[in-house]
């Protein structure tokens, strides 16, 4: 009795230690990623604010600022897309 109660509770709190390790490995909302990818996402996000600021410094925004908005936006949720489902 004794050897099933100790080997449940071997079994449990190993479970509960692997669960903890991988609820460690979560950045930010982006998911499982290594230091690497959560570095390169947050470069990313801060080149397209930058961009962003640029484009807002003299108050407006011409078409082709929206452009490069637009294709800076996009690259950046691609980079966040793959990096997450890889």
Known sequence: MNRLVLSAFALLSGLALANGAEAAA????????TP??????????HQLDALKARTWAD????????AK??????????LVYRLRHN
Not at 59 to 66: A, D, S, Y
Request: charged letters at 30%; glycine letters at 8%; a positive charge.
């Open 36 to 45: 690497a990818e959560h570095a390169a996402v947050v470069r990313s996000q």
């Open 59 to 66: 108050g407006r925004v011409t078409p082709w600022e929206r």
């Open 69 to 78: 908005i637009k294709v800076a936006e996009q690259r950046h949720k691609a």
């Open 26 to 33: 979560y950045h930010h909302g982006y998911g499982k990623l």
